[in-house]
């Protein structure tokens, strides 16, 4: 009897994914939409902006010979530089992965901002780079010596993860030759992966497997997104090597349980996996097979509606805490649990970046408004929570219990999230909007500018969209042209008002929909979006009187240095929630005699906070 793949429903924005068979199922990519270039949409001036300036400072400070002094060292060139600190350091076995993440931001930086200092520096750390891989002769590349690759074959343990900073550096240099057109770097990379290929030649599928088999907490042998760049590499390259060797990464117990329907993510590692999911997105754009596509579909269903937070972050304690690390951070743990959860550690950054590419991903595949909910939701709740709004720095964990503190890194501490964050805040362009044939989407409702090549369209978008309201666009255009423009209705909008050109129109709204308007479009055409927003709570899935509070899209943080009790119940508790007089997103809540200030997640700084409440009526 032919076993039927019956991909698991679940329900957010009232996306659903019928099930299908495995070997010849419906295809459950229904509109393949398009990113817009990074040249093409321009952040313009806004509280939103300052972060990405925030950012790019940060990138500027770092000096090119101190970024490459461990490569030098471990090629045996001279550096009188003084080496990196934190995980960056000369003994630290992860040294090397920041210099990936560097390359990777900076060039999408330069890209958008050609002829600054940051260019002049990116392309230093490249020739650097290339002359410590001309050493070795091999394509060998890195911080570390390459025994380090001998023992993780032999012992699969011992080592700290090769394979994921070879892969911070293979990405680099592929989005400095995708963003900025430099050859060396592409070079360097196809030489990296033929060296990769060699080794791999030579070890027996057994060892292969018992390489890829990461269940254990804080897998030493985590492979980061090897087979995400080897993918890519294939689909610039055509060279069918690449694509076969990147195979060799795809985790079969993982990726066929995915497949499946499986819920297996209990006790993993959160980064160390879903990293292989992007590289099934990789996979899937490569060769259209079914069960990639499938495999990252119920990954997001599993994810989304049994293991996150309410911001859409997740990661904490493992349910077989074995490691230090284990006890309180990194891991998914039982699916539907998250009440006892609230350690001090949860929401690793580097889990959220991940789960944020993976969404806009599955939206360009498939056009669903559930991704494009998740998005905004973590995008204001989770990704800009993790600066510090005054110097820039970035958290390791974003905690959500009460109360807490937001631990920012410290310059010199070069962990993965400092990485993985320097990276994200470089493409806050990046989401906003799409388009196909015939549309635009906006998705996101940021300051910024996107201008349409092949329609010769500029749509600018002004607003201080979430903390107000009201969103306001306006196009150039040469000659009036017919389009579509698709305005994203998120979940909590019940209400909507639209206007073009000042005159309010009648429409029908949805939540979790896209808005049409269509006609021909005129030189300085104005569209303004009004949401209108209301209080409301979103509970612990294991616990109904626990629960975070929302404005609108904002996820509210109570202002409190000890735990938040509350004695009303909810309904109660939501008529007791008014906004301060004369503030954009400052907030009161009433409870009893008790009075608590609020503010959004994204503005808490240094302050003590806490978001989950408890309702104890006793």
């Not at 690390?325 to 649990?337: I, L």
Request: aromatic share 14%; net charge neutral.
């Amino acid at each position: 009897m032919t076993r039927l793949l019956w991909v698991i429903i679940a329900f957010l924005g009232g996306f659903q994914v019928k099930a299908s068979k495995l070997d010849n199922g419906k295809h459950l990519v229904v509109g393949k939409l398009y990113h817009f270039s990074n040249k093409e949409v321009e952040l313009t001036a806004s509280w939103i902006k300052q972060r990405e300036s925030l950012n790019i400072t940060w990138l500027k400070s770092l000096e090119p010979d101190r970024l490459l002094h461990n490569f030098r060292v471990a090629a045996g060139l001279p550096s009188s530089a003084k080496p990196l600190e934190g995980w960056e350091a000369p003994h630290i076995g992860l040294r090397g992965h920041f210099v990936g993440h560097y390359l990777s931001a900076a060039a999408w930086v330069v890209e958008k901002y050609a002829g600054t200092h940051l260019t002049h520096n990116l392309e230093y750390v490249v020739e650097g780079l290339y002359e410590c891989q001309q050493v070795y002769g091999s394509g060998y590349l890195s911080a570390f010596p390459e025994t380090d690759f001998d023992i993780l074959e032999t012992r699969f343990t011992g080592v700290w993860a090769p394979y994921y900073t070879f892969h911070k550096i293979m990405q680099g240099l592929l989005d400095v030759y995708v963003h900025t057109g430099n050859e060396k770097a592409y070079k360097m990379v196809l030489s990296m992966a033929d060296y990769v290929e060699r080794r791999m030649s030579r070890l027996a599928p057994s060892n292969i497997e018992q390489m890829m088999y990461t269940v254990t907490a804080n897998p030493s042998n985590e492979m980061g997104g090897m087979n995400e760049v080897l993918y890519e590499l294939y689909r610039l390259s055509k060279n069918r090597k690449y694509l076969d060797l990147a195979t060799l990464f795809d985790p079969v117990w993982f990726l066929e349980s995915l497949v499946w329907g499986e819920d297996i993510l209990s006790g993993l590692h959160a980064n160390t996996h879903i990293v292989l999911v992007n590289g099934f997105v990789q996979r899937y754009e490569a060769t259209q097979e079914q069960k990639y596509v499938t495999a990252v579909v119920n990954f997001w269903n599993m994810l989304m509606h049994a293991h996150t937070y309410a911001n859409g972050t997740s990661s904490g304690p493992r349910p077989n805490a074995v490691t230090d690390t284990s006890v309180s951070a990194e891991h998914w743990g039982e699916p539907g649990h998250l009440c006892n959860t609230l350690s001090k550690q949860i929401a690793e950054s580097c889990v959220t970046h991940n789960t944020q590419r993976l969404n806009s991903a599955l939206f360009a595949l498939t056009g669903e408004s559930c991704y494009a909910d998740a998005f905004m939701n973590i995008f204001y709740n989770g990704v800009l929570p993790v600066q510090s709004v005054s110097t820039g720095a970035y958290v390791y964990h974003l905690p959500l219990g009460a109360p807490r503190y937001k631990k920012y890194l410290k310059e010199n501490d070069f962990m993965c999230c400092s990485g993985s964050c320097t990276e994200a805040f470089s493409k806050l362009n990046n989401g906003i909007y799409y388009h196909n044939d015939s549309a635009i989407y906006v998705n996101s409702y940021v300051p910024s500018k996107v201008y349409w090549k092949k329609k010769k369209i500029q749509l600018e978008q002004t607003g201080n969209f979430p903390k107000e309201p009201v969103v306001d666009f306006q196009f150039s255009v040469k000659h009036p042209t017919n389009f579509s423009l698709k305005f994203f209705i998120p979940y909590w909008a019940e209400e909507v008002d639209v206007f073009v050109n000042g005159k309010k129109i009648k429409v029908q709204t949805k939540s979790s929909s896209f808005l049409e308007i269509e006609r021909c479009w005129t030189n300085q055409d104005k569209v303004r979006i009004e949401f209108h927003y209301a209080f409301y709570l979103k509970t612990m899935p294991d616990k109904e009187n626990m629960f975070a509070v929302f404005y609108g899209p904002m996820m509210l943080a109570f202002e409190t240095k000890s735990e938040v009790i509350l004695r009303s119940d909810k309904n109660v508790i939501l008529r007791g929630f008014s906004k301060v007089d004369g503030t954009t997103a400052r907030f009161v809540l009433r409870d009893g005699t008790q009075t608590y200030n609020l503010r959004p997640l994204f503005d808490i700084d240094d302050q003590q906070y806490g978001v989950y409440a408890t309702i104890r009526d006793f």
